[in-house]
Nanobody, 121 residues
Framework: QVHLVESGGGLVQAGGSLRLSCAAS????????MAWYRQAPGKQRELVAATTSGGTTNYADSVKGRFTISRDNAKNTVYLQMNSLKPEDTAVYYCNAEISVRYSVNYNVYWGRGTQVTVSS
């Protein structure tokens, strides 16, 4: 069993900052890519930021220069530092990771349950 648990969401005023965390736990052998997605009401889930095990990152155009993704491989944790938040950043933020469990060579994709981020104007 593998679990991803997000934390750090909440209510913040426009221009403020939040830091999301996502910790992976369970029978983990290796983690490849880790990412943050978000889904606003009535919209499709979209990629916000992703990072490979080697540290390469990519971002949605809408968050470039404001959000930073990072990871601590020793803790199996990925972070999303969100600065200069805007009301349009309001969404449920989900963690995603490609994980291989012990005694397996295959990677499967796992999702967290999400954390709500609300930005007031």
């Amino acid at each position: 069993q593998v679990h991803l648990v997000e934390s750090g969401g909440g209510l913040v005023q426009a221009g403020g900052s939040l830091r999301l965390s996502c910790a992976a736990s369970g029978n983990i052998f290796s983690i490849n890519a880790m990412a943050w997605y978000r889904q606003a009401p009535g919209k499709q889930r979209e990629l916000v930021a992703a990072t490979t095990s080697g540290g390469t990152t990519n971002y949605a155009d809408s968050v470039k220069g404001r959000f930073t993704i990072s990871r601590d491989n020793a803790k199996n944790t990925v972070y999303l530092q969100m600065n200069s938040l805007k009301p349009e950043d309001t969404a449920v933020y989900y963690c995603n990771a490609e994980i291989s469990v012990r005694y397996s060579v295959n990677y499967n994709v796992y999702w967290g349950r999400g954390t709500q981020v609300t930005v007031s104007s």
